[in-house]
Every structure is written in structure tokens, then in C-alpha cells.
């Protein structure tokens, strides 16, 4: 875990250094906020004290098993910011933003015409059984059933996708 830790201190050093030339800092900063915020590659202290600024039941999840059930929706779905849309949308700011959103993504219509906007709250009923949360939905996933499981899949969601309490 140590190197990953000297690795996000050079990418941040990297950044900085990008950000205080004349070019535009648009490209850097998508490197950054794709190297940071990805809980993957945080440091074991770094990850602490993202989960610890959650809001309940969030902050005392356990991340370890969020980022082992997350292998279930990364088939599918990337977290960073910039990152592609692959068989699902891209999910990077997808906390507070409307069902559908994301540009250059064919979403079905049901899930389109939910007109929801993703709490974590929506995401758990979503995540528990999406075709039962929003049928005909394109998203072919059996569903995460263990409460425990939705609760530290979406802290590891919250932490990977830039969530602003
Ligand atoms: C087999 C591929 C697949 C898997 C696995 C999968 N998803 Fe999805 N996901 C999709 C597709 C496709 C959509 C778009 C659904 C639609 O348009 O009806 C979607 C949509 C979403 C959305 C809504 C995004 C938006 O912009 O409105 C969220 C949130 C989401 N998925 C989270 C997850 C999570 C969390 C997991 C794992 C627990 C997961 N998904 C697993 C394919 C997948």
C-alpha cells in the first residue's frame, strides 16, 4: 500500500506542477481527480478518513467488502472522473444528479422517464433489484441482496465518484 501512497504524492506533485503553467489545466485535473479519487488506489490512512466523513451508515461501512462487491458493477460501469462509458454509463458525480444524465450514453427509456435524482437512497433500492426497481431497465444486474453489502458497496461509490456530503 506504501507505493501507491508515493504514487498519488507525484501524481498530486504532477498536478501542481501542470496546473501552474500558462496551458490550459483541463487535461490535468482529469488526471488527478482519475488518480485520487479512486479508493483502489488510496492509501490505507487516506481511505480512513474519506469513510470517516460520510454521513451514517456510510462512514462505518466496511470498504474492504465495498470494493469486493464493486468487482460485480466494474464489468460495467468506471468511477473516475473522464474515465469511458463502457456496458454501463460512467458514474463518476452520480450522487445528486438526475437518472440518465450522462452524455454519449444510450439509456432505456424507463429509466430515463423515472425522472429520479440518485441519493444513496435511491441507489440502494436500485442496486437491490434494478429490474424490479425500474422494469424494462437496461441494466442486467441480479442485484446486490444483503443490505450489509448495498451499504458498503454504495460508501465505496460515495468515496470513488467525488460525493460531497
Ligand atoms: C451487466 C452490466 C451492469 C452491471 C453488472 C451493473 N450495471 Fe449499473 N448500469 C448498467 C446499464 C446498462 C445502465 C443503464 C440502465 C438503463 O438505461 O436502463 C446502468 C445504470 C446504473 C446507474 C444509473 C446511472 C445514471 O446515470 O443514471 C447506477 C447508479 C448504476 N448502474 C450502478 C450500478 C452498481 C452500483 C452496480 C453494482 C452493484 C451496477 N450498476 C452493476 C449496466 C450494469
Do not use: Q
Not at 466494474?74 to 450522462?102: D, I, Y
Not at 422494469?135 to 460508501?155: C, E, H, N, Q, S
Request: a positive charge.
Amino acid at each position: 500500500m506504501r507505493h501507491l501512497g508515493l504514487t498519488l504524492a507525484a501524481a498530486a506533485i504532477a498536478a501542481t506542477t501542470l496546473a501552474g503553467c500558462t496551458k490550459t489545466s483541463s487535461p490535468a485535473s482529469t488526471e488527478a481527480a482519475a488518480t485520487t479519487t479512486s479508493p483502489a488506489t488510496m492509501s490505507d490512512a487516506d481511505k480512513a478518513k474519506a469513510l470517516a466523513a460520510l454521513p451514517a451508515p456510510y462512514k462505518t461501512a466496511d470498504l474492504a467488502n465495498g470494493e469486493s462487491k464493486f468487482a460485480l458493477c466494474s464489468t460495467c460501469h468506471t468511477l473516475a472522473e473522464g474515465a469511458p462509458n463502457m456496458t454501463g454509463p460512467n458514474l463518476h458525480g452520480v450522487f445528486g444528479r438526475k437518472a440518465g444524465a450522462v452524455a454519449g450514453f444510450s439509456y432505456s427509456d424507463p429509466l430515463k422517464a423515472t425522472g429520479w435524482t440518485w441519493d444513496a437512497a435511491r441507489i440502494d433500492t436500485w442496486i437491490a433489484d434494478p429490474k424490479v426497481a425500474v422494469p424494462g431497465t437496461k441494466m442486467t444486474f441480479a442485484g446486490l441482496k444483503d443490505p450489509k453489502d448495498r451499504t458498503d458497496v454504495i460508501a465505496y461509490l460515495m468515496i470513488g465518484t467525488g460525493f460531497k456530503p
